[in-house]
């Protein structure tokens, strides 16, 4: 009985979701939806269009996966992801399936005949597939306007596109207008690093689930050869070109290389460019749907007080630490105004997100990898800023933007007190300011840092607190931001120096994948007293310290 009751609930949930799905993904297409012009949206189709060359009457269809591709350089000449292949379908391995290429010439001539028995066409390389079970419901290439508006004038367009490598396979991603990043990947665009985006099948299967189109590079054709094959890309546009002055009309496409990318290449139609086809949107914005529309107000009596839940920030849009997307479902708790909170949670990010050591050289790869972003601060030239000189070196710098002189002042390891008022003596410039931190750093260490801060319970953790352990080494890492989701877990952000003095940075969380550099404390709390960062582990009993 219990079954079958949960397959009731199961069965009106899967129609309610049905009945409120206003803008249902169709048959062969994925759900992102982009926008190819001011007032006009699509979705894109799985993959390429394919046919099956044995017989006339053959099916057609998608690609199964986005990164598949053959070349067709001929009528009788079939290449297989660059190897040419006999035109024995046992042979082959793949069915007989191959991607659809214009082969050149008018649509009228040189067209074999399942073109016209599958793929309907209106002028010169109009293509559109009709779907056997409605053929209302067909799918079409992109004009050259749309193209363009796709790849450089839809807002936000240049940072939703880039390279990429997806299972082994070259080629180019665009990504749709309201793009949502899945937890544990990245995704760097193509303006601010042509770094070639890498993804295993699995990795793809997220990104495909969140909308994302990945465009092959499956090459051009030249003459009766197929060439470029995993490095270049040329995708059909569907808009006229005609010479000799007829009615010209750049027939302007996606066209893409290993080192650049244009939506503005013309005249190429006769290489023989992949088709991928999309379908028109009647679009209803969506409401959004949040786990905190569910929130009860008992609920949020019990939490701090938060935020307004954050829009999704790619890497180009995120400019201070505030910035950095929280985990799904959670929502950043409010900070008092002027406070260190407020200071840390809107210090400035880098663009360049490498670390440096004080010398100007960029680190290694072990390095890089547990660093999620950099914050834009000097750590001048000498070793000195090193772990628990970062942790004074920011909160020196909150407290010289308050011009709140007096607090500034930091213990030696043999004691001395050392005041920022006696060693600046009316020199308020920062280049003083600077000159007083590299003094404090030459004598200061986490030995003295520990014994300066009063110890905070870690069921009390706030902004701007500190764990640390003083030793030789011992070291040192700052709160700098905190997310709580509706239940009240709370989700930390961390920063550090370390030794030798190098770039401070945000820390990333290697448990959740190189992207996700929240720590779920409440989390760790469960099972361990241990707090474990790649490079240092702290007791949560005794080494979370705070400042006057």
């Not at 993804?199 to 470029?228: C, H």
């Not at 939506?263 to 991928?276: I, K, L, P, Q, S």
């Not at 929130?295 to 920030?313: D, H, I, R, Y």
Request: hydrophobic content about 35%; proline content about 4%; some cysteine.
């Amino acid at each position: 009985m219990k079954k079958l009751i949960l397959s009731l609930v199961a069965l009106l949930s899967s129609l309610t979701m049905v009945a409120t799905d206003i803008n249902p993904v169709p048959k062969g297409g994925l759900p992102g939806i982009f926008s190819v012009s001011p007032t006009q949206k699509v979705y894109f189709s799985m993959g390429n269009a394919q046919y099956n060359e044995d017989g006339y009457y053959g099916s057609a269809k998608f690609a199964d996966h986005q990164w598949e591709f053959v070349g067709d350089a001929t009528h009788g000449d079939v290449y297989y992801r660059g190897v040419k292949s006999d035109n024995n379908k046992a042979n082959r391995g793949y069915a007989g399936w191959i991607d659809l290429h214009e082969w050149g010439g008018w649509m009228g001539q040189n067209s074999a005949k399942y073109v016209y028995d599958f793929f309907g066409y209106e002028e010169w390389g109009s293509w559109r597939y009709e779907n056997a079970e409605d053929k209302e419901d067909y799918w079409r290439t992109l004009t050259s306007d749309e193209w363009i508006y796709l790849f450089d004038k839809r807002p936000n367009a240049r940072n939703l596109r880039g390279q990429a490598t997806v299972n082994n396979h070259h080629g180019y991603i665009i990504l749709p207008d309201n793009w949502q990043q899945p937890q544990g990947l990245s995704f760097r665009p193509q303006p601010s690093n042509w770094t070639t985006n890498t993804y295993s099948e699995t990795q793809w299967s997220l990104m495909e689930k969140a909308g994302a189109v990945f465009l092959p590079a499956a090459g051009v054709r030249n003459g009766k050869q197929v060439q470029g094959i995993n490095v270049i890309g040329a995708y059909w546009s569907s808009t006229m070109y005609r010479q000799n002055g007829q009615q010209d009309v750049d027939a302007k496409n996606i066209y893409f290389t290993a080192d650049k990318a244009s939506a503005n290449m013309y005249d190429t139609w006769h290489h023989g460019m992949c088709v991928r086809l999309v379908q028109n949107v009647d679009f209803v914005a969506p409401k959004k749907v949040s786990v905190w529309d569910d929130v009860t107000p008992e609920q949020l009596a019990a939490l701090p007080e938060l935020e307004p839940e954050q829009e999704w920030k790619l890497y180009a849009e995120m400019f201070k630490v505030g910035d950095i997307n929280p985990y799904e479902g959670f929502r950043r708790v409010k900070v008092p105004e002027g406070s260190f909170a407020e200071f840390l949670r809107n210090y400035k990010l880098k663009e360049d997100w490498a670390i440096y050591d004080y010398t100007g050289k960029k680190l290694g790869m072990q390095v890089q990898f547990g660093c999620f972003a950099v914050l834009d601060i000097d750590i001048g030239t000498r070793d000195l800023i090193q772990c628990a000189d970062a942790v004074m070196l920011l909160r020196a710098e909150y407290l010289y933007s308050q011009k709140r002189y007096k607090e500034i002042h930091f213990n030696s390891v043999s004691g001395k007190r050392m005041n920022y008022l006696d060693y600046v003596n009316g020199d308020y410039s920062y280049a003083k300011f600077r000159k007083y931190i590299d003094y404090v750093a030459a004598y200061a260490s986490t030995l003295s840092l520990v014994k300066e801060m009063k110890p905070r319970k870690i069921e009390d953790v706030q902004i701007g607190d500190v764990f640390i352990v003083g030793g030789s080494p011992g070291h040192a890492m700052i709160v700098v931001d905190m997310a709580v989701d509706k239940d009240g877990n709370r989700a930390l952000l961390f920063a550090q120096g370390m030794l030798p003095a190098q770039s401070i940075h945000v820390v990333t969380n290697l448990e959740h994948g190189e992207d996700s550099p929240w720590y779920m404390i409440d989390k760790y709390l469960e099972f361990s007293s241990l707090f474990i960062f790649p490079n240092y582990a702290f007791s949560t009993l005794t080494d979370l310290k705070c400042f006057e």
